[in-house]
């Protein structure tokens, strides 16, 4: 069992992380819309892992007796000024998942609650890797030097 308090925390974070596989889904229809098909499908494949996050969010709920419970999913933004500004975007929104996940520990620590702790840790790496891939590939879009060049050798080279 988890608290009501830690059942509520993680319902908003499955909630969260379905916001952002619909953020992530938004760039991808963006990219589509601007002709870029290689950023547009490393969306595709985020968003994707987005909603996995989500379910495993939802899977652990129910293994601990505990409700899943689904609310509205915000309208993400739909336009950028640039390749590089929707990078920006997707860093910053991954910086703000990792707060959302520390968070969480938080509450499963004063709570002591070991076995909420164990799964997030999962979390905590991932968010490593979530913001350092979007670091890389926004790296690789500066180095690149607009629009024309980006995409080959973002893509490229990743």
């Known amino acids: 069992m988890v608290s ?3 059942e509520k925390a ?3 974070q ?3 992380e379905m916001y952002s596989g619909y953020l992530y889904l938004s760039m991808a229809a963006y990219f ?3 002709d870029y098909p290689g950023f547009a499908q490393w969306m595709r494949v985020q968003a994707q892992e987005e909603l996995d996050h989500a379910m495993k969010f939802y899977d652990y709920l129910n293994t601990r007796g505990a409700r899943v419970t689904l609310t509205a999913i915000e309208a993400p ?3 950028w000024d640039s390749i590089e500004a929707v990078f920006k975007h997707v860093l910053e929104h991954e910086q703000m998942v990792t707060s959302l996940i520390n968070n969480l520990v938080d509450i499963a620590i004063e709570e002591k609650d070991h076995a909420t ?3 997030l840790q999962w979390y ?6 979530e913001e350092e891939s979007a670091m890389e590939v926004l790296g690789k879009i500066k180095r690149a030097g607009g629009a024309a060049n980006a995409e080959q050798q973002t893509f490229y080279t990743c």
């Open 32 to 34: 589509e819309d601007q």
């Open 10 to 12: 993680i319902n908003e």
């Open 4 to 6: 009501e308090n830690m």
């Open 124 to 129: 905590v790496e991932e968010q490593v890797e």
């Open 14 to 16: 499955l909630n969260a």
């Open 117 to 119: 702790n164990q799964f």
């Open 77 to 79: 933004q739909t336009e």
